[in-house]
């Protein structure tokens, strides 16, 4: 059950990421090709995986994501 339980969370977790990317994103008034192109991403898919919870990214692209919606990667995370 403790399995499952991980499972949930991190699904949850993935959810919010990209609840509030999507918002960051909007508010910046930027499509997920153009915050994709900005933060070096060679598509839009990988934004839309983020946006709808199938991926997370990685440190460094977090903190690229963070910088161009001029965000806190914590904020992101919803971690403050």
């Known amino acids: 059950?403790?399995?499952?339980?991980d499972i949930d969370m991190k699904r949850q977790?993935?959810?919010t990421f990209g609840t509030r990317l999507r918002q960051a994103r909007k508010a910046a008034?930027?499509?997920q090709g153009e915050l994709a192109e900005c933060v070096g991403l060679k598509t839009y898919n990988a934004?839309?995986?983020y946006e709808r919870g199938?991926?997370?990214p990685s440190l460094p692209t977090?903190?690229?994501l963070a910088t161009e919606l001029k965000c806190s990667a914590d904020?992101?995370?919803?971690?403050?």
């Open 1 to 5: 059950y403790v399995i499952a339980a």
């Open 29 to 31: 008034g930027l499509t």
């Open 62 to 64: 977090l903190f690229r």
């Open 47 to 49: 934004i839309a995986q």
């Open 13 to 15: 977790r993935r959810k």
């Open 54 to 56: 199938i991926n997370d």
């Open 75 to 80: 904020w992101l995370l919803n971690l403050k």
